[in-house]
Nanobody, 113 residues
Framework: QLVESGGGLVQAGGSLRLSCAAS????????IGWYRQAPGKEREFVAR???????YYADSVKGRFTISRDNAKNTVHLQMNTLKPEDTAVYYC?????????WGQGTQVTVSS
């Protein structure tokens, strides 16, 4: 089970930190990703971090967002800085490995101009 938190309303240029808390014993071997879906648009990839702590970002957030993981707490964070109105979306956490594909319920991020 994945539970996202940390969403909210922020002005453009501001910051938010999203968290994804996972239950279960397989967390450390899972690749954890963040995706987002804006109204009327398809869900898109934002960032991911694998079991070796290697991270990868969408071009649209590179340099502004940072993903990190704490295996001791079964948690992944997405630090979002210099937010833009186009970052407004529901943000979803995803955990994958061979035979596993879990999604959270999402957390709303709204960036006002």
């Amino acid at each position: 089970q994945l539970v996202e938190s940390g969403g909210g309303l922020v002005q453009a240029g501001g910051s938010l930190r999203l968290s994804c808390a996972a239950s279960g014993s397989l967390f450390s071997i899972m690749t954890i990703g963040w995706y987002r879906q804006a109204p009327g648009k398809e869900r898109e990839f934002v960032a991911r971090i694998n079991s070796g702590f290697f991270s990868y970002y969408a071009d649209s957030v590179k340099g502004r967002f940072t993903i990190s993981r704490d295996n001791a707490k079964n948690t992944v964070h997405l630090q979002m800085n210099t937010l833009k109105p186009e970052d407004t979306a529901v943000y979803y956490c995803n955990a994958v490995n061979v035979g596993y594909d879990f999604w959270g319920q999402g957390t709303q991020v709204t960036v006002s101009s």
